[in-house]
């Protein structure tokens, strides 16, 4: 079953941190993401996202396309990044969660994706 | 009810969670299971008043409720994936045999627990789902205890098994190192259903003891469950949580006069209490102190345990009472369990030394809604001389009462104090 696994940080969290330290964390990212390479469950499908600075937001209503610098709402922490991983169950989902750097400052939200079956084109 | 619907009723209850489980296990699916059995107890409301009570009813709940889940499935379109899942196979070769497989249904209620208990769904979801899938209360029970229409109740059981379906929740034993954290979830679970029988505050008294029995029901099966699985280690909390619930129950036929009012554990006539309830709380509590796990539980039931031991309320032993409150609030330093702490140690060291803890604990900001707070403390207040201060406190306690014979007692008292 898949698992879209969305992680969101309070920038403020990194604002204290120095080069090692934002380095070493990095460090870990290549490290959950190797093993869940390993073990399999990673589609490929993941990303880090470009800081929110970096962000644009688009609205259609009444037609007219909204156009708006940042992200979609005002919140204090943002999702920074994803994976898509292939897992067995909701247990093991979380089990990778909790390895995610990110999940030690902000919060991980593990949540099924839906499987649709597409029509044959 | 007609008897046979009587014995239906019981016997699928008492049943619940062991064939249940055993179905969840095969099926894989909680909804289909629970339908299956649900289906299973209509053919016996209609075959057990024709042909009697089968002689092994979890077998026969367990062969009718798969032929029922089978039968579903056919009529689901999504038969076809299914049949892979369940490696139906064999059945389906022998469509109409009804074969009662007398082998012992292979006990999954813990899984089922873990799963019901697993912290993905929300406190209230878990306390419903665990008493309707193992307890096999009836949703109209279970409303009844929280004070909860039955429509939300059943909104909420409904979605609690959507949540597992549709996020995956397992159902499996946690792998070892998660198994300490779940194992609480689930202990928390059954603490929390205990103290909704036991308290005051919940529903009708029917309801309130069926609760308390379900827990310690549930604890026992806990218990023996992790007594069996070779890969779990027994643990002492669990044993703790079910002497402590012992202990506490021990007392029920004394809490309440015949009038339907409380009477203090000082009041209380000891000679109505449940000793072979309290001699197995005293063997669970030893039991768990020799694994040398220490926590909440097993500090509440060895605090429940001296006042069972004492023969009268003088001569209850107040200071060991108050050093494990100590302990206590140490390891859960709630508004509660410090108030607790102080009326002990009241007991130990005198009123005002208790007093004076309240006042440290700043208990008068965090608890100023609680009646129980104004109660200790006006008791304490009496103790001391202090007659009317404590009367304003009595006074404090009666208005923020929630049930009757709580009430009752403080109106006596501050009727007693107004002759001082």
Known sequence: ?121 | MSDIARIVETTFRAEHGHVLGALVSYLGDLDLAEDALQDAMITALETWARDGVPLNPAAWMTTVARRKAIDRLRRDKLFQEKQQELQLHAELERPGEMEFDDRPIPDERLKLIFACCHPALALESQLALTLRTLGGLTTPEIARAFLVPIPTMNQRITRAKTKIRQAGIPFEIPPAERVPERLDAVLYVLYLIFNEGYSATAGDDFIRQELCNEAIRLARVLVELLDQETQLESDAEALGLLALMLLHDSRRAARVDANGEIVLLEDQDRSLWNQAEIQEGLALLDRAVALCQPGTYQLQAAISALHAQAPTYTETDWRQIAALYAQLVRIEPTPVVQLNCAVAVGMAQGPLVGLMMMNNFKLEESLSQYHLYHAARADLLRRAGEFDSARIAYQRAFELAQTRAERVFLLRRIESLKHT
């Open chain 1, 1 to 121: 079953m898949r698992y879209a696994l969305l992680i969101y940080v309070d920038p403020a969290a990194y604002a204290g941190m120095s080069e090692a330290q934002q380095g070493a964390i990095f460090q870990e990212y290549f490290a959950v993401t190797d093993e869940m390479q390993k073990r399999g469950v990673d589609t490929g499908s993941g990303a880090p996202l470009q800081p929110i600075n970096t962000a644009t937001t688009v609205r259609v209503r009444n037609s007219k396309m909204l156009t708006t610098d940042g992200p979609f709402a005002e919140t204090k922490e943002h999702l920074v990044g994803f994976y898509i991983l292939n897992c067995k169950n909701l247990d093991e989902a979380l089990e990778f969660a909790a390895k995610i750097p990110d999940a030690r400052l902000g919060s991980v939200e593990v949540r099924p994706v839906q499987e649709i079956q597409y029509p044959p084109s």
